[in-house]
């Protein structure tokens, strides 16, 4: 077939699959032709088969059958007769887009520490409630899976569920900074963040800070809400806190939104841990793709209430005296 009329048959096809999208409320339409088509360029080389075989799938197939698993989260789509392909078929597409995927994270996700960008995302928090000095906002989400064959216990989380554990990091627009996706659910936030390579990432870091909810430590890197407050300064810190560090939370809703396969009220991921893993990353590389493309992180976010987060019981030997001396002077110097 000539390369005019294998275009032409795909963007019939992107657009039978478009209008299937709509139909059944899935924001797989929301990501658009153009964007469809730059994810077909950047992962051609990835997904073309070192075979002969006449019925080997082509990239753009590939990746029109993967993103209707993501956004839908089951491989028993009318995403899959629109494309004219088997279920196993399916399966496949979404394990070689999902490897392509994450073999581009490093391109996708990336914590730039050059000193312009640094300044600019000062800027750009501070300007949402007044907290100066922020780098990123920190939090860790789970995402439900099937019981491990193991019966590994180290993946049931506090509500009792099986889950992989995912430390995301962003900037003010949503847009990912570091994504660690490969946590037992079981870990606490505060156990996944010391193990993490964003910990000693930052550990020298000597100006600016993440912002982190009650289930972290303070550090002179992470700044958490003050426990206990009592002046007004102290209470205007807090609320600030919230107000920003909220970023993070109405990030991963509107990725869970967008790509259902994450959506734990939907169903839960039938993989293993390290399988499941690997979808979530692909879906982080995903959003940022996205983003970076011009799509706008929060146009089919959800509204569901923030859960409150339960505090860290730190004992006395781990406190940082010189993380809660720079808290203080923070919170006199542009708080009070």
């Not at 997904?47 to 590939?62: D, G, K, N, Y």
């Not at 914590?111 to 960008?117: E, G, K, V």
């Not at 870990?187 to 909810?213: C, F, I, N």
């Not at 430590?217 to 919230?242: D, G, I």
């Given at each position: 077939m000539?390369?005019?009329n294998?275009v032409f048959?795909?963007?019939?096809?992107?657009?039978?699959?478009?209008?299937?999208?709509?139909?059944?409320?899935d924001?797989y339409?929301h990501?658009?032709?153009?964007f469809i088509?730059y994810?077909?360029?950047?992962?051609?080389?990835?997904?073309?088969?070192?075979?002969?075989?006449s019925r080997?799938?082509?990239?753009?197939?590939?990746?029109?059958?993967?993103?209707g698993?993501y956004?839908?989260?089951?491989?028993q789509?009318?995403?899959g007769?629109?494309?004219?392909?088997?279920?196993?078929?399916m399966s496949r597409c979404?394990?070689?887009?999902?490897?392509?995927?994450?073999?581009?994270?490093?391109?996708f996700?990336?914590?730039?520490?050059?000193?312009?960008?640094?300044?600019?995302?000062?800027?750009?928090?501070?300007?949402v409630?007044?907290f100066?000095?922020?780098?990123?906002?920190?939090d860790?989400?789970?995402v439900?899976i099937k019981?491990?064959?193991s019966?590994d216990?180290s993946y049931?989380?506090k509500?009792?569920?099986?889950?992989?554990?995912?430390q995301?990091?962003?900037?003010?627009?949503?847009?990912?900074?570091?994504?660690e996706t490969n946590?037992p659910?079981?870990l606490r936030?505060?156990d996944?963040l010391?193990r993490s390579?964003?910990?000693?990432q930052l550990?020298?870091?000597?100006?600016?800070w993440?912002?982190g909810?009650?289930?972290?430590p303070?550090?002179k890197w992470?700044?958490?809400?003050?426990e206990?407050?009592?002046?007004?300064?102290?209470?205007?810190?807090?609320?600030a806190?919230?107000?920003t560090?909220?970023?993070?939370d109405?990030?991963f809703?509107?990725?869970?939104t967008?790509f259902k396969?994450l959506?734990g009220t939907?169903?839960y991921?039938?993989y293993?841990?390290?399988?499941?893993?690997?979808?979530l990353?692909?879906?982080?590389?995903?959003?940022?793709?996205s983003?970076?493309s011009?799509?706008?992180?929060?146009?089919?976010e959800?509204?569901d209430?923030?859960?409150?987060?339960e505090?860290?019981e730190?004992?006395p030997e781990?406190?940082?005296?010189?993380?809660e001396?720079?808290r203080?002077q923070l919170?006199?110097?542009?708080?009070s």
């Amino acid at each position: 077939m000539c390369v005019a009329n294998w275009v032409f048959l795909f963007l019939v096809l992107v657009d039978k699959c478009c209008m299937t999208s709509q139909k059944h409320g899935d924001p797989y339409s929301h990501l658009g032709l153009e964007f469809i088509l730059y994810l077909v360029e950047i992962l051609r080389e990835a997904l073309c088969r070192r075979t002969q075989r006449s019925r080997a799938i082509s990239p753009e197939v590939q990746v029109l059958a993967a993103l209707g698993f993501y956004t839908s989260g089951s491989f028993q789509t009318s995403m899959g007769d629109t494309i004219g392909i088997s279920q196993a078929s399916m399966s496949r597409c979404v394990s070689n887009v999902t490897r392509a995927l994450v073999e581009k994270a490093p391109q996708f996700i990336t914590f730039n520490r050059d000193p312009s960008c640094i300044e600019q995302s000062f800027q750009a928090f501070q300007r949402v409630a007044g907290f100066p000095g922020v780098l990123g906002v920190l939090d860790c989400v789970q995402v439900t899976i099937k019981a491990p064959n193991s019966e590994d216990s180290s993946y049931v989380n506090k509500k009792g569920f099986h889950s992989v554990g995912c430390q995301l990091v962003c900037d003010v627009r949503g847009l990912l900074l570091s994504a660690e996706t490969n946590w037992p659910g079981g870990l606490r936030d505060s156990d996944v963040l010391e193990r993490s390579a964003l910990h000693k990432q930052l550990q020298g870091t000597e100006e600016g800070w993440l912002l982190g909810d009650r289930r972290y430590p303070l550090r002179k890197w992470l700044m958490t809400p003050v426990e206990c407050p009592e002046s007004p300064a102290e209470f205007q810190y807090n609320l600030a806190h919230t107000a920003t560090h909220e970023i993070v939370d109405r990030t991963f809703r509107a990725i869970q939104t967008r790509f259902k396969c994450l959506d734990g009220t939907k169903g839960y991921l039938q993989y293993s841990p390290e399988r499941s893993s690997s979808i979530l990353l692909a879906c982080c590389v995903l959003h940022n793709a996205s983003l970076q493309s011009g799509l706008d992180a929060w146009t089919l976010e959800r509204t569901d209430p923030l859960e409150q987060p339960e505090s860290l019981e730190q004992r006395p030997e781990d406190r940082d005296s010189q993380a809660e001396d720079l808290r203080k002077q923070l919170i006199v110097k542009h708080f009070s």
